[in-house]
């Protein structure tokens, strides 16, 4: 049934967001990788076509409410009205709150829960349509507060209250919505992070694998499977829940 459906993943020009790009792809889905950059989508457009995949690449701010709109219906013109959506866009702007600007602040809240209201308002309503649609939301296991995070902290919590509410109103349409909150995962993000705090970088994974009962780091691989699953036929009953994919039962 996925054949033919088509799949928005968002900040899916590296990393997680790249990663389930290509996963749904192979999955039969029809994907628009959508960023910032239109140009930095190539590479994950590239790899989809190159095993037979259909892609797009879209450029957009997602916390700009017209380039939203044009984006959703750049996509459905050209690849088809969309049913699935992954709001994975994220940036982090890290501090301890007496040093955190405004700035910092209101950037972190622009990306995350601005934007994934934005796509998911302007998405949904193809999956009213359709009367069918998959939501996925992507928090974190900083939703449960960490150290220099306040402002992620506080938006990836915001995501999970999101998320349930869009299950609630949206669920007589047949569409669901779940959420994410992934642990340790290597990527570009966490990379940042090791050299924020000065820390080489694989003594940094190698002590962060040390905590986690699965005795190793998460990879983008292993969210873009549970969002595979999320978004599948079978999943159909699954909605309002927060996954946390972390290796372990706390997070």
């Not at 962060?208 to 499977?225: F, L």
């Amino acid at each position: 049934m996925t054949q033919g459906r088509v799949a928005i993943v968002t900040g899916a020009a590296r990393g997680i967001g790249a990663a389930t790009a290509a996963r749904l792809a192979a999955d039969g889905f029809a994907v628009a990788v959508l960023d910032l950059d239109e140009a930095a989508c190539k590479a994950t457009v590239d790899g989809i076509e190159s095993t037979g995949g259909r892609a797009l690449a879209v450029g957009a701010d997602v916390a700009d409410e017209a380039a939203v709109a044009a984006a959703v219906e750049r996509v459905a013109a050209d690849l088809g009205a969309p049913t699935v959506l992954v709001n994975n866009a994220g940036v982090t702007r890290d501090n301890l709150l007496f040093k955190m600007t405004t700035d910092d602040w209101d950037t972190v809240m622009n990306v995350h829960l601005r934007g994934s209201f934005l796509m998911t308002r302007a998405v949904q309503k193809h999956m009213v349509e359709a009367k069918y649609g998959r939501i996925v939301n992507l928090s974190s296991t900083s939703a449960l507060g960490n150290r220099g995070q306040s402002n992620y902290s506080t938006a990836k919590a915001g995501l999970q209250g999101f998320t349930k509410t869009l299950a609630i109103e949206l669920g007589k349409f047949g569409i669901t919505a779940n959420c994410i909150a992934p642990g340790f995962i290597v990527s570009d993000m966490t990379r940042a992070t090791a050299e924020r705090i000065g820390e080489d970088w694989d003594t940094y994974v190698a002590a962060r694998a040390a905590q986690i009962p699965v005795a190793r780091a998460g990879q983008v691989e292993d969210i873009a499977h549970t969002v595979s699953f999320l978004v599948s036929e079978g999943a159909g009953f699954v909605s309002g829940q927060v996954i946390y994919v972390a290796g372990g039962p706390k997070a």
